[in-house]
């Protein structure tokens, strides 16, 4: 019988860059919680992870639907390609089993609802893998944004942008969930929501394809995008696929401002700075973002507590990307409903652990050549 003391058993179905580098690390700091599965194509990458980590089960994408409705597992982590995201979750669900999936959370507004009417059917809990809604960083400066240390908030700067290489996933067309918002962008978009603690109401933005160079056959290299939201605040941002590596974000009230610089790293320490009438620097070291989101879910499932974040998190984001393409190919400003204000990630939420080595990769290699 299952006990809330007893480990959730999780399975990780796709085991490309980030599954390697960061989630399969993280169990070692999610006390919670064990590695039950690996589910890929390929063989090798069951073959030598699956040693390498002492996993019971180690399973063909073959297999899948029958290996999930054995039992085996009582949640699975999805790191596929985005479009792929909507089958599997529903797949799960219905098998009865929990989902942690990375984000985006799929790539239409539709494909979201579909995975949130499949798991709320089900009675089994959905979460987007927002990683920096447990990171003391980001959680500080919605504290500080939030108790009005900054005064009256007004506006957000951020970038995000890396160089990557021909072939990577990203490069996928749009309809696929490539492109800079759906990787990068998506960063920005939900920083800006849980800082402003709302939701925007109108979208302007601009793409660029780089004439000549083939990755961008396909998706935008980068995008730039103003956010309004209500009280006249903006929130805007660049992401890119082929710039140098960039991470940075900037909130300015009336009163003050705050920046976060690496914002969006989970490899690297992150340094806030906050003037005010004073000032003061502060910097969180490097720490395992990946396990402490894996322990939260497996809270969540043991004490059956909807998760923060959830699939309504997820669609929120997505519905905004979509607007933001749209509004990118029409030329003009996009309305976006008002939807619900939304629970959102508070310093409460906070869960560090230890950082992880980064392991040696099989059959795989991270989206930039840098």
Do not use: W
Not at 19 to 41: K, R, T
Not at 113 to 129: D, N, P, Q
């Amino acid at each position: 019988m299952r006990t809330t003391s007893t480990p959730i058993r999780y399975g990780v179905i796709g085991l490309g860059h980030i599954a390697q580098v960061a989630v399969l690390p993280g169990f070692a700091n999610a006390e919670n919680a064990s590695l039950n599965a690996l589910i890929s194509g390929d063989a090798e990458k069951l073959s030598v992870l699956g040693e390498r980590y002492d996993v019971a089960h180690c399973i063909a994408y073959d297999d899948f639907d029958d290996f999930i409705e054995g039992g085996h597992i009582d949640a699975l982590y999805i790191a596929l390609p985005n479009h792929l995201h909507c089958d599997y979750v529903v797949r799960a669900a219905r098998a009865g089993v929990h989902v942690l999936c990375e984000k985006p959370l799929a790539v239409t507004e539709e494909e979201c609802r579909t995975m949130i009417g499949a798991c709320e059917e089900a009675g089994v809990h959905l979460m987007t893998a927002y990683r920096l809604h447990f990171d003391p960083a980001h959680l500080h400066a919605v504290d500080i944004a939030q108790r009005g240390d900054l005064g009256e908030l007004r506006y957000i700067s951020a970038a995000f942008g890396q160089n990557v290489v021909e072939g990577d996933i990203r490069l996928s067309p749009l309809d696929k969930g490539g492109g800079s918002v759906y990787d990068m962008g998506i960063y920005c978009i939900n920083a800006a929501r849980y800082l402003f603690g709302g939701e925007p109401i109108e979208v302007i933005a601009t793409s660029q394809r780089r004439p000549g160079d083939a990755r961008f056959d396909y998706c935008d290299e980068s995008t730039s995008v103003t956010l309004r939201f209500e009280g006249d605040r903006l929130a805007t941002f660049i992401s890119s696929l082929g710039s140098a590596s960039v991470s940075r974000l900037e909130l300015l009230g009336e009163d003050g401002r705050l920046s976060l610089s690496p914002a969006f790293s989970y490899a690297q320490p992150i340094t806030m700075q906050v003037e005010t009438p004073e000032h003061f620097e502060r910097t969180f070291p490097k720490h395992d973002q990946f396990g402490a989101e894996l322990a939260y879910f497996a809270d969540c499932i043991a004490k059956d507590r909807p998760p923060e974040p959830d699939g309504y998190e997820g669609l929120a984001d997505v519905r905004i990307i979509e607007a933001i393409y749209h509004a990118a190919e029409l030329g003009e400003a996009v309305e976006l409903e008002p939807v619900e204000q939304r629970e959102r990630p508070e310093v409460s939420q906070i869960i560090v652990r230890p950082a992880v080595e980064k392991p040696e990769e099989v059959n795989t290699s991270g989206p930039s050549a840098s």
